[in-house]
T-cell receptor, first 115, second 112 residues
Framework: GAVVSQHPSWVICKSGTSVKIECRSL??????MFWYRQFPKQSLMLMAT?????????EQGVEKDKFLINHASLTLSTLTVTSAHPEDSSFYIC???????????FGPGTRLTVT | GNSVTQMEGPVTLSEEAFLTINCTYT??????LFWYVQYPGEGLQLLLK?????DKGSNKGFEATYRKETTSFHLEKGSVQVSDSAVYFC???????????FGSGTKLNVKP
């Protein structure tokens, strides 16, 4: 099946700094990538949808200036959490969707801890 | 609008017990339905899916049937194993598979 990877798998950063998370589709071209956030013991909440070469579409309540998403190629999307604060600590999961593939393929997730 | 409701957990079972995790949905149109599994510290893995009414998805001994009349997609397994311990998410998506709506997840603990 289609594989999506994320890097890093776990990151700790200090409050006020920025951190970048990469999401790669390894064996397919992801025309659309999605970013989700998962709070402890809760479900996944869609943050934004990005199409290759276009600006991301953010869900209501998600600050686009804080969570910068770039989808520069068909195999790579990045999420940058700017000026991170402890409340941004969470599990971030990306997924990719290829042209004609239909379903989304999920990455393993990145655990962000902001101290 | 679209939404998914799952039974709250945790669900604790002994090995070889029968498992049911309830899932009901609200949707416009004709959604596709999914069960995903998340093992500790990992991302989501697709367990099974059904794309139209009366379809049965199955994988690794798990089954779920798309019931349009009751708007349900309950997950079942006849005999659980310790290795099935994980969090299970029910989800739906629309025709273009773009936006997924997830249930809150149900944690399953299987004891030897």
């Amino acid at each position: 099946g289609a594989v999506v990877s994320q890097h890093p798998s776990w990151v700790i950063c200090k409050s006020g700094t920025s951190v970048k998370i990469e999401c790669r589709s390894l064996d397919f071209q992801a025309t659309t990538m999605f970013w989700y956030r998962q709070f402890p013991k809760q479900s996944l909440m869609l943050m934004a949808t990005s199409n290759e070469g276009s600006k991301a579409t953010y869900e209501q309540g998600v600050e686009k200036d804080k969570f910068l998403i770039n989808h520069a190629s068909l195999t790579l999307s990045t999420l940058t959490v700017t000026s991170a604060h402890p409340e941004d600590s969470s599990f971030y999961i990306c997924s990719g969707q290829g042209q004609g593939l239909g379903e989304q393929y999920f990455g393993p997730g990145t655990r962000l801890t902001v101290t | 609008g679209n939404s998914v409701t799952q039974m709250e957990g945790p669900v604790t079972l002994s090995e070889e017990a029968f498992l049911t995790i309830n899932c009901t949905y609200t949707a416009t149109g004709y959604p596709s339905l999914f069960w995903y599994v998340q093992y500790p510290g990992e991302g989501l893995q697709l367990l099974l899916k059904a794309t139209k009414a009366d379809d049965k998805g199955s994988n690794k001994g798990f089954e779920a049937t798309y019931r349009k009349e009751t708007t349900s997609f309950h997950l079942e397994k006849g005999s659980v194993q310790v290795s099935d311990s994980a969090v299970y998410f029910c989800a739906l998506t629309g025709d273009n598979f773009n936006k997924f709506y997830f249930g809150s997840g149900t944690k399953l603990n299987v004891k030897p």
